[in-house]
Structure formats: C-alpha cells, structure tokens
C-alpha cells in the first residue's frame, strides 16, 4: 500500500485489546501569534497549525477555521484568550471537494487523538469556507459543536457558478468545474452543496448562527445563507441568522465590519463548553484480521466490489449509502461496483442460503458487510442456527476470495436492552462476535454502543434514535462507527489469504443454495405460478412478488423433490392464509409446521424453514403436503415457495 510521504515520519501505535492504528506527531515547529504560541507542521502534502492558549479550558475546546484564517481574526483572538484552542489546515483552492474533506478527517483525529483536543469542535467559516465547514459538517455530524458562518458560500452555483443574482467568479467557476468533473449542464445536477444532505446534522442539533450583509452582491444571502438557514430548521435544526449593517461595507458588500464580537465568541463558547466527551468507539469495535487486504485492493487494482448483506437497516438507505461514499471519496482512483443485497425481515439463515445468488453472482466482493442480529431475535432462530448461518456465510465468502476481508455488525432494538439491564449479553450479538473472532472478520457491537450511549444520556431511544430502523440520527450513529473502523484498521496481512479454521459446526451452510422451484416433481393440487402477486392485495417484499411461485392451497396438495446434499428447507412466504405443512424425508416419520406467523395478518412474509439440516451426505427424497388443519389466525391453508434449499 503507498504510504503518504507527510507521513512517513509517523510512528503507528497499537490500541491494546481492539487491533485499530493511530499515528504518532509529525515535525513542530513554534512561533508567535498575537502573544500566543503558534504550532506549524507539515501534514498530508500541505500545511497546518494550531495556536495553544496560555491557560487552556478544561476539556480543550477548540475552533477549527475553514479558509482565510488571517480575516476577521479579532473574535479567534478572544477565544483563544479565554482558553480555546484555535487550529488551521490549508486546503484551499479545492472548494470542500471530497479530496479537502479526507484531510480534513485526518486533521481531526490528528488533533484529537494525539493532542487531545475537544471531540466535538466550532467550525468557523468565512466566504467560500461554508463549502468545507458544511462538506465536514454534513459527514461528521457527532464532531462539531455549533458553525459560526460569516458571509458563507452555500450554494456553488451561486458563488463562483454566479448563475443567479450574484456576479460569480468565472476562473474559480472553471476550476470547481474541473475538480468535480462535471459541464455547465452537468453542474445543475450536483448534490453535495451545504445546502443538501442536512438531515444528518439536523438530526445533532448543531447550533448555527450566519452573520450576513443584505447588500452583499458576491455570495447573496438569497442564494446562500437563506435558503440554506430555512431548509435547516424546516429539517429541525437550530439556527439564526445575524444582518450586519453598521460600518462600512467594501467589495460589493462582501466585506463588512463584525459588530458584537465578543457575542458570537459567546455563541461559540457556549456550545463548546463544557467540553461533553462521548464514549469513546474503540470499546465497540474489534478490528481482528483487519482491512488490509480489502484496501491494497482498492489502492492497487482500481477496482473494487463491496457487498452489504443483510435485513431492511441494511435495505434502507442510510449507513450503507454513507458507507459508499465514504469508500468512494476514500479511493476516488478506484471503480466500485456496490451490492445492495439487504431484504428486509430476513436474518442469517436466509441470507446463508441465498448469499450465491444475491451476492456472489453480482460480483466477488474484496469487503463484505453482514448484519442479522435484529431479524435472528424477532424470527426466534436458535444459537445453533445462528452460529450455522453465519460461519456458513463466511466460509462460502472465503471460498470465493480467500483475500476478502468481512465486517460483521449487530445492529441495536429495544428488545436487547432488556438483556443489557440483566447483566446479560444477547445471543445473536455474541453469536456474531464469536464467529467474527474464529474467522478474524472484524466486528462492530452497534447493539452494546446504542444501549451505552442511551444510558449515557448522549441521546435517547425515543426522540433521537427513535426506531430499530433508525432515524437520520441513527443512521449517523451506526456510519461513524463503522467509518472509525474504516479510518483505524491496521494494514498488516495485506493481501493475504484466510486461512480457514476448523469449523464451529459441522453442519454450519457452507454450501447452501437455492435450487429452482422447477425440481419439484410429482405435483398433486400444487402448481407453478410465473409470476404471483396476492389476491386480495397484501404487502410483499421485493424479490417474492411478481416471481414464480411453488402454490398449492387445498389440504392434500403434494409434491416430491429429489436432492442431494445435508440439509433442506423452503423459502416461502406466509400470509393471512398461510396452512400447516406435513412433510417426510426419505420415507421417515412426517413432521408438521405451522407457516403462519404474527406477521401473516399483515405481510406476505418472506419465511425460510429448515427442514432438517443434519442429513448424512447423498441423495435424499422430500415429500410435503399441506395438511387438513390450520392455525386458527389463518384465513386458508396456502403454501406458497420461492425456492428449495439445499446445503449440499
């Protein structure tokens, strides 16, 4: 992997206990600023500095100035006279692109992890600096404490682009055109202004406060400030704005005097002090093998597949879009191909046996992500289950590509903080955790930090967090943490192939599959529908409506299937007239199930039953037939399959 030459100085420590990396302190040199100590360093290929304060606030809360850090420098004077420090990266000419908010990333944990700044900082932003202040913000939402905003650039179209009232910059245009890649036609569909994507930092409650000059013909507030302050509260965020209007105003009305300095200082303290510090990630995040080999294949190949397996959080969008395009403004050389394989109300058995199909034939992921603990409690599958489930999904991942590297994540709900207040672990947590340290897949307890953090008070399940499918505020929670570990996993065993432990269980689904509903023979009352949809309409999941369809839905109705493998199952779906199955393997004793469940009455679920999953290796016969009796919540005796299971 290429190291960066700014930081070939830095020595790499090892965080005991969670295998995550930080950098050590580059080259400082001092000097003077306004009486205080000026620190400056070379960092990422450009410049940096932070000014220390002579008696620093407990906590050490900090300003973070976006772009002209010698402008309007008498309110950061006060400040770091009160205790604050006061710290700079240059990045200019790069208009908040993606590139600036990757140092900008690194800056930060620089700062916080190595000098002990404040976690969450003041961001202050003049003119064009609203594009990195709000770029940083809108992806870093749990980091900053308030935006303090002179004049700020919100929309780019306005200022350089100026395609509205204001005059615009036509050489700075050209250039934000170039760094994006887009046209004069293109740039009207661009979607990461400050003024897009505020849900997240609505969601924190970030304080913002604009001081504006109505006469300002350069970056109208119009164009910038206002409809940005409006969509924000609409979104629910708080924020004011301030019209200057005394004093003298030069370039257009671009520049003007700063009337009540030491009120916005008061702005700023305010929501900075007392330093608040959240707990801390690494508690929550286990990095065991590492990324290493996923990321040299996103430095050195140029391409790269990453797949999202999982239930409706990872259906949803939300952290795995986040994920995407972190991945993507990370490695902005590399094409990524992204699989979006979340179903929602599926959990580790399902996703074990149409892991091939959903994911494997999309592509071979370098990065995989699997998430099952929310769906592996409410579907009531067994430790037993759960453990076959997830290892099988790993070793068919491994089968794939030896080098694929695998992050595992127990996402959080209400029913697991009851084990949380017993002193308890959940089972489908440390399932996942346990498997995850067997194979070395790194590991993210999002239940344990959720729970944690709510009884922290950082936040609450009922008006942040809000539901098992998160808020915007959730979201952000479940991305940062996966984003720490991006950020910190160790590099070492780059490249290299894992080698597969003995298994956990011998029947775990290494080899499970779906094979076609065509392989049924012997149909009696059962026939196939090409193309179901429900009569009267119900609410269906994608992929299990407007397919074909195994439907039988008179007692009676049968059919036979012939295969060879370990295990068998259906994947089916129960309704309101969801029947009772009786089925036989190789002749033995017929066994009965119920297929409806408590969701019947209102969904099409998609179910998937395991037959039996310790069959010697060899051929096997199943024969099933509905049977005459039915739950008394059913309205029929339907019995409906998408695919027939088997673990070979």
Same mark, same amino acid.
């Given at each position: 992997?290429?190291?960066?030459?700014?930081?070939?100085?830095?020595?790499?420590?090892?965080?005991?206990?969670?295998?995550?990396?930080?950098?050590?302190?580059?080259?400082?040199?001092?000097?003077?600023?306004?009486?205080?100590?000026?620190?400056?360093?070379?960092?990422?290929?450009?410049?940096?500095?932070?000014?220390?304060?002579?008696?620093?606030?407990?906590?050490?809360?900090?300003?973070?100035?976006?772009?002209?850090?010698?402008?309007?420098?008498?309110?950061?004077?006060?400040?770091?006279?009160?205790?604050?420090?006061?710290?700079?990266?240059?990045?200019?000419?790069?208009?908040?692109?993606?590139?600036?908010?990757?140092?900008?990333?690194?800056?930060?944990?620089?700062?916080?992890?190595?000098?002990?700044?404040?976690?969450?900082?003041?961001?202050?932003?003049?003119?064009?600096?609203?594009?990195?202040?709000?770029?940083?913000?809108?992806?870093?939402?749990?980091?900053?404490?308030?935006?303090?905003?002179?004049?700020?650039?919100?929309?780019?179209?306005?200022?350089?682009?100026?395609?509205?009232?204001?005059?615009?910059?036509?050489?700075?245009?050209?250039?934000?055109?170039?760094?994006?890649?887009?046209?004069?036609?293109?740039?009207?569909?661009?979607?990461?202004?400050?003024?897009?994507?505020?849900?997240?930092?609505?969601?924190?409650?970030?304080?913002?406060?604009?001081?504006?000059?109505?006469?300002?013909?350069?970056?109208?507030?119009?164009?910038?400030?206002?409809?940005?302050?409006?969509?924000?509260?609409?979104?629910?965020?708080?924020?004011?704005?301030?019209?200057?209007?005394?004093?003298?105003?030069?370039?257009?009305?671009?520049?003007?005097?700063?009337?009540?300095?030491?009120?916005?200082?008061?702005?700023?303290?305010?929501?900075?002090?007392?330093?608040? =510090? %959240?707990?801390?990630?690494?508690?929550?995040?286990?990095?065991?093998?590492?990324? #290493? $080999? *996923? +990321?040299?294949?996103?430095?050195?190949?140029?391409?790269?597949?990453?797949?999202?397996?999982?239930?409706?959080?990872?259906?949803?969008?939300?952290?795995?879009?986040?994920?995407?395009?972190?991945?993507?403004?990370?490695?902005?050389?590399?094409?990524?191909?992204?699989?979006?394989?979340?179903?929602?109300?599926?959990?580790?058995?399902?996703?074990?046996?149409?892991?091939?199909?959903?994911?494997?034939?999309?592509?071979?992921?370098?990065?995989?992500?699997?998430?099952?603990?929310?769906?592996?409690?409410?579907?009531?599958?067994?430790?037993?289950?759960?453990?076959?489930?997830?290892?099988?999904?790993?070793?068919?991942?491994?089968?794939?590509?030896?080098?694929?590297?695998?992050?595992?994540?127990?996402?959080?709900?209400?029913?697991?903080?009851?084990?949380?207040?017993?002193?308890? =672990? %959940?089972?489908?947590?440390?399932?996942?955790?346990?498997?995850?340290?067997?194979? #070395? $897949? *790194? +590991?993210?307890?999002?239940?344990?930090?959720?729970?944690?953090?709510?009884?922290?008070?950082?936040?609450?399940?009922?008006?942040?967090?809000?539901?098992?499918?998160?808020?915007?505020?959730?979201?952000?929670?479940?991305?940062?943490?996966?984003?720490?570990?991006?950020?910190?996993?160790?590099?070492?065993?780059?490249?290299?192939?894992?080698?597969?432990?003995?298994?956990?269980?011998?029947?775990?689904?290494?080899?499970?599959?779906?094979?076609?509903?065509?392989?049924?023979?012997?149909?009696?009352?059962?026939?196939?529908?090409?193309?179901?949809?429900?009569?009267?309409?119900?609410?269906?999941?994608?992929?299990?409506?407007?397919?074909?369809?195994?439907?039988?839905?008179?007692?009676?109705?049968?059919?036979?299937?012939?295969?060879?493998?370990?295990?068998?199952?259906?994947?089916?779906?129960?309704?309101?007239?969801?029947?009772?199955?009786?089925?036989?393997?190789?002749?033995?004793?017929?066994?009965?199930?119920?297929?409806?469940?408590?969701?019947?009455?209102?969904?099409?679920?998609?179910?998937?039953?395991?037959?039996?999953?310790?069959?010697?290796?060899?051929?096997?016969?199943?024969?099933?037939?509905?049977?005459?009796?039915?739950?008394?919540?059913?309205?029929?005796?339907?019995?409906?399959?998408?695919?027939?299971?088997?673990?070979?």
């Amino acid at each position: 992997m290429k190291r960066n030459p700014a930081l070939i100085l830095f020595v790499f420590a090892l965080l005991e206990g969670t295998g995550l990396v930080f950098a050590q302190s580059p080259a400082e040199t001092t000097s003077s600023w306004k009486g205080f100590e000026k620190i400056d360093f070379p960092f990422e290929n450009t410049t940096a500095y932070y000014i220390k304060p002579k008696q620093p606030l407990p906590g050490n809360p900090w300003v973070w100035r976006a772009h002209f850090p010698g402008f309007h420098a008498e309110m950061d004077s006060l400040l770091v006279a009160r205790g604050f420090h006061l710290a700079y990266v240059n990045t200019n000419n790069l208009f908040g692109h993606p590139k600036a908010m990757q140092v900008w990333d690194k800056f930060y944990r620089y700062l916080t992890m190595q000098k002990n700044f404040a976690p969450r900082v003041a961001l202050e932003a003049i003119s064009r600096g609203g594009l990195y202040a709000y770029g940083w913000a809108k992806r870093n939402p749990d980091k900053v404490a308030c935006i303090y905003a002179e004049a700020p650039v919100c929309d780019p179209r306005s200022w350089p682009g100026g395609k509205g009232k204001g005059q615009g910059s036509p050489k700075d245009w050209q250039s934000w055109l170039e760094l994006n890649g887009l046209t004069e036609t293109t740039a009207n569909d661009f979607k990461d202004s400050p003024l897009d994507d505020l849900e997240g930092m609505a969601a924190f409650k970030i304080p913002v406060l604009h001081v504006v000059s109505l006469q300002d013909k350069i970056v109208p507030p119009e164009e910038n400030t206002f409809p940005l302050i409006e969509k924000y509260m609409r979104l629910g965020g708080p924020a004011a704005v301030y019209p200057m209007s005394r004093g003298k105003q030069t370039l257009e009305g671009h520049h003007f005097v700063i009337e009540h300095i030491d009120r916005w200082a008061d702005f700023i303290q305010q929501h900075s002090v007392p330093v608040e =510090k %959240p707990l801390a990630r690494d508690a929550y995040v286990v990095a065991n093998r590492g990324l #290493g $080999a *996923a +990321f040299a294949k996103f430095e050195n190949s140029k391409e790269a597949t990453v797949a999202f397996l999982g239930g409706s959080i990872t259906h949803n969008p939300g952290w795995r879009n986040k994920t995407a395009k972190y991945l993507g403004e990370r490695f902005p050389e590399t094409k990524f191909t992204f699989i979006a394989a979340g179903i929602p109300s599926l959990g580790s058995t399902p996703h074990a046996f149409r892991f091939g199909r959903d994911v494997l034939t999309q592509g071979t992921p370098d990065l995989l992500f699997v998430e099952s603990a929310v769906n592996d409690r409410s579907n009531g599958f067994s430790e037993e289950a759960q453990v076959r489930a997830l290892e099988g999904i790993l070793q068919q991942a491994y089968a794939a590509n030896p080098a694929m590297n695998i992050v595992m994540m127990a996402f959080a709900d209400p029913d697991k903080f009851g084990d949380y207040d017993a002193g308890r =672990k %959940p089972v489908e947590v440390e399932v996942h955790r346990k498997v995850a340290a067997h194979y #070395g $897949a *790194a +590991f993210i307890d999002l239940s344990q930090e959720v729970y944690d953090r709510v009884k922290a008070g950082e936040f609450s399940w009922e008006y942040d967090f809000k539901n098992l499918h998160p808020s915007p505020y959730g979201q952000e929670v479940y991305f940062q943490t996966i984003k720490y570990l991006l950020q910190n996993t160790p590099m070492q065993d780059e490249g290299q192939p894992a080698k597969l432990p003995a298994p956990l269980n011998k029947a775990s689904y290494n080899k499970a599959g779906y094979h076609s509903i065509g392989e049924a023979k012997a149909l009696q009352g059962f026939s196939v529908d090409p193309s179901w949809k429900p009569d009267p309409p119900k609410s269906t999941r994608e992929g299990f409506v407007n397919v074909p369809m195994l439907v039988g839905e008179r007692p009676g109705d049968s059919f036979e299937f012939t295969f060879t493998g370990r295990a068998v199952g259906l994947a089916l779906i129960s309704g309101p007239d969801a029947g009772v199955i009786s089925y036989q393997i190789d002749g033995k004793k017929p066994q009965t199930l119920d297929l409806f469940t408590q969701w019947s009455t209102s969904l099409h679920l998609p179910w998937y039953l395991v037959l039996d999953n310790e069959l010697k290796p060899g051929k096997h016969k199943l024969k099933l037939t509905i049977a005459d009796t039915k739950n008394p919540a059913s309205v029929g005796t339907a019995c409906r399959i998408v695919h027939l299971l088997v673990n070979e």
